[in-house]
Every structure is written in C-alpha cells, then in structure tokens.
C-alpha cells in the first residue's frame, strides 16, 4: 500500500517540477509579448492581463524608431555570417578529419584557445586592425568579425561528424568514378548536414544577438543591428516599456522562425554529435 503512494507522490512531485520548469521559462516570454500590445505599458504593474489591447507600440516602434531597418541589417548580418561560416568551417573539418599534415594537432588546439579569449579584449585591436583595412561602420566588416568568431567552434564540431563518416564511402565512390566533388556534394554533404545545422545555428545566435562590436564599429545609425538598435528606446530618466517589449518582439520573430525551419535536423544534429564528438 505504501509503495503506489509513494510512487504517486514522486510522480506529482515531478510533475509540479516540470510545471514549474515551463512556466519559468514560457512566462518572460508572455510577459514580454502581452506588454507590447498593452496600450497602457508604463502604468502596467504587476497586472498579468494588458489592460487595453493596441498595435501602436509596434507602428511606433517601425515607424518613428526606424527597427524596420535594423532588422534588414541584422538578417543580413546573420545570413551572411552563416553561409560563409557553414562553407567555410565544413571545407576546414574535412581537411582536419581526412588529411593528415604537420602541425595537425597544434592547429585544432589553437582552435579551441581562440574560443578562450574573452570577447571584450578583442574589441581594441579588432577596432583598429577594421579601421586600417576601412572597414568601420560596414555591414561586411561586421559580418567577417562575426564570421571569426564563430568559425573555431563550427570547425571543431563539425571535424566530429565529418570523422564519423567512414572513409570506405568515400572510396566506393571513387571507385564509382565520382570526383572529389561530387563525392562531397552528393556523399559527405548529406550525411553531415545535421552538424552543418547545429552549428549554423550557433552562428546565427552569435551574429544576431551581439552588441558589443556592433555598437563600436558602427557610427551610422542607418547601419545599426537589432541589438543597438534596441536600446534608443531607453531614456536616461524614462524607459518607454511599451516600445522596448514591441521592438524585443520583433527581435525575436526571426529567430523563432529559423529555428522552425532547422528544428528536425537540429535535433538529430545534437544528439549526434553527442555521441559522434
């Protein structure tokens, strides 16, 4: 008699523990998007439901706070920044996986210590080394710091799909007559694009949501991202709420989207990879 309690106990236990888990995290998420629609977000408080329902936050947001434009400028970014790093960092993980040459090992270590370097003590010699070769307040120059700094996590990830695969594939079809790259269109490339999603993923989120060097590099506030664009809606005495949570809306939009389209591949890709790397 006492087992079934005890296990009915674990199981409620569990369950408000799971409960609690999703409330915790689906709850900012209401917070933020029931604030922008409320016509009366500075004198909210603690209210859970808006009190008057609007879109003026928004239009005033795209309209007066021009986010319309930060937003093509960081899906630029960010695209640009994903393609190049996915093209990149495969091409990279097949010549550290398949070939072997000296200093093999030292370059996948000097990979990892790259990631080690704090971001904030880049931004000097970073700032400088863009303003020699004239590429401040550039949405290219933005995108190629991006793509450096996503890049050494993409190669080393992506090094373990791509050892994973075994080499007598790759030779059957070069028995078949396939060329080199046909074989990596055709071969490898399907059978790693789970890694090549995951970590695609990881660089969208590093371009999109990065505000330091976005903020330093560009002086042109026509060339600003989503993330500095953001904060003109915080005053030095006054925070305009409703505009903030419209304006974190929006941001947040594109992000769901990509996630929704690489969801089924980013799945396999993780899990993959935690067995594969």
Same mark, same amino acid.
């Given at each position: 008699?006492?087992?079934?309690?005890?296990?009915?106990?674990?199981?409620?236990?569990?369950?408000?523990?799971?409960?609690?888990?999703?409330?915790?995290?689906?709850?900012?998420?209401?917070?933020?998007?029931?604030?922008?629609?409320?016509?009366?977000?500075?004198?909210?408080?603690?209210?859970?439901?808006?009190?008057?329902?609007?879109?003026?936050?928004?239009?005033?947001?795209?309209? !007066? %706070?021009?986010?319309?434009?930060?937003?093509?400028? &960081? @899906? #630029? *970014?960010?695209? /640009?920044?994903?393609? =190049?790093? $996915?093209?990149?960092?495969l091409l990279a993980a097949v010549a550290v996986a398949r070939f072997r040459f000296r200093f093999r090992t030292s370059v996948l270590v000097l990979v990892?210590v790259v990631q080690m370097v704090p971001l904030e003590a880049l931004v000097i010699p970073l700032f400088l080394q863009m303003r020699t070769l004239d590429?401040?307040?550039?949405?290219?120059?933005?995108?190629?710091?991006?793509?450096?700094f996503s890049l050494p996590f993409a190669i080393w990830m992506l090094r373990g799909f791509v050892a994973a695969v075994p080499v007598e594939i790759e030779?059957?079809?070069?028995? !078949? %007559?396939?060329?080199?790259?046909?074989?990596?269109? &055709? @071969? #490898? *490339?399907?059978? /790693?694009?789970?890694? =090549?999603? $995951?970590?695609?993923?990881?660089?969208?989120?590093?371009?999109?949501?990065?505000?330091?060097?976005?903020?330093?590099?560009?002086?042109?506030?026509?060339?600003?991202?989503?993330?500095?664009?953001?904060?003109?809606?915080?005053?030095?005495?006054?925070?305009?709420?409703?505009?903030?949570?419209?304006?974190?809306?929006?941001?947040?939009?594109?992000?769901?989207?990509?996630?929704?389209?690489?969801?089924?591949?980013?799945?396999?890709?993780?899990?993959?990879?935690?067995?594969?790397?």
């Amino acid at each position: 008699m006492h087992r079934p309690r005890r296990r009915t106990a674990v199981r409620g236990a569990k369950a408000l523990g799971v409960v609690a888990v999703v409330v915790g995290a689906v709850f900012p998420a209401y917070w933020m998007i029931s604030t922008a629609f409320d016509a009366h977000a500075a004198r909210r408080g603690a209210q859970l439901v808006p009190t008057q329902l609007t879109l003026d936050n928004f239009r005033r947001v795209i309209d !007066d %706070g021009g986010f319309g434009l930060y937003l093509r400028n &960081s @899906i #630029l *970014v960010a695209g /640009v920044t994903v393609v =190049v790093s $996915a093209l990149v960092a495969l091409l990279a993980a097949v010549a550290v996986a398949r070939f072997r040459f000296r200093f093999r090992t030292s370059v996948l270590v000097l990979v990892l210590v790259v990631q080690m370097v704090p971001l904030e003590a880049l931004v000097i010699p970073l700032f400088l080394q863009m303003r020699t070769l004239d590429m401040l307040n550039s949405l290219l120059g933005l995108a190629i710091v991006y793509l450096a700094f996503s890049l050494p996590f993409a190669i080393w990830m992506l090094r373990g799909f791509v050892a994973a695969v075994p080499v007598e594939i790759e030779e059957a079809a070069y028995v !078949d %007559g396939a060329s080199w790259g046909r074989m990596f269109w &055709s @071969i #490898l *490339v399907p059978l /790693v694009a789970p890694g =090549v999603v $995951a970590t695609s993923v990881f660089s969208f989120i590093t371009a999109w949501n990065e505000f330091i060097f976005a903020l330093t590099f560009m002086s042109d506030s026509s060339k600003y991202t989503v993330a500095v664009g953001l904060q003109k809606f915080f005053g030095e005495n006054t925070t305009d709420w409703g505009a903030v949570m419209a304006a974190s809306s929006l941001i947040t939009v594109p992000v769901l989207v990509f996630f929704v389209l690489v969801q089924r591949n980013l799945t396999s890709g993780l899990a993959a990879g935690a067995v594969k790397g």
